[in-house]
């Protein structure tokens, strides 16, 4: 019985490796207007950061992710001569931030009727 259990159970996965599948790519992989269920978004996506409804009372679910990029680069050479020397040493930081807005609708069988997505970058 504890074998048939566990076997069914769904392996845990941290919230921040859910957020990490919302790109632009995987939104336009995973996301299909007129087959695309919204137990399929959950799925990928997680649950979103805002849900309202439109005028025609159908579900709008938004999902907006940030993020934030650094990089850091050290490089350094040198020789030596007896009696004589050089060195020669170099860094570098880089950071920027990353924004995704994802907007989801829809119909009334909770089938996405459209979508919209935009990244920012700075």
Same mark, same amino acid.
């Given at each position: 019985?504890?074998?048939?259990?566990?076997?069914?159970?769904?392996?845990?996965?941290?919230?921040?490796? !859910?957020?990490?599948?919302?790109? %632009?790519?995987?939104? /336009?992989?995973?996301?299909?207007?007129? &087959?695309?269920?919204?137990? @399929? +978004?959950?799925?990928?996506?997680?649950?979103?950061?805002?849900?309202?409804?439109?005028?025609?009372? !159908?579900?709008?679910?938004?999902? %907006?992710?940030?993020? /934030?990029?650094?990089?850091?680069?050290? &490089?350094?050479?040198?020789? @030596? +001569?007896?009696?004589?020397?050089?060195?020669?040493?170099?860094?570098?930081?880089?950071?920027?931030? !990353?924004?995704?807005?994802?907007?989801?609708?829809?119909?009334?069988?909770?089938?996405?009727?459209?979508?919209?997505?935009?990244?920012?970058?700075?």
């Amino acid at each position: 019985m504890a074998v048939v259990l566990t076997s069914c159970q769904t392996p845990y996965q941290p919230v921040a490796d !859910r957020n990490a599948e919302l790109t %632009q790519g995987n939104v /336009q992989m995973t996301l299909s207007v007129g &087959s695309t269920t919204k137990a @399929t +978004v959950l799925e990928k996506f997680g649950a979103p950061n805002i849900t309202t409804r439109d005028g025609a009372g !159908r579900e709008v679910w938004t999902y %907006q992710r940030a993020g /934030q990029v650094s990089q850091a680069e050290t &490089s350094s050479s040198g020789w @030596t +001569v007896i009696l004589a020397g050089s060195s020669r040493s170099q860094s570098g930081f880089e950071s920027g931030s !990353r924004m995704i807005t994802l907007i989801i609708k829809f119909d009334e069988h909770d089938i996405v009727s459209d979508f919209r997505s935009r990244t920012s970058h700075f």
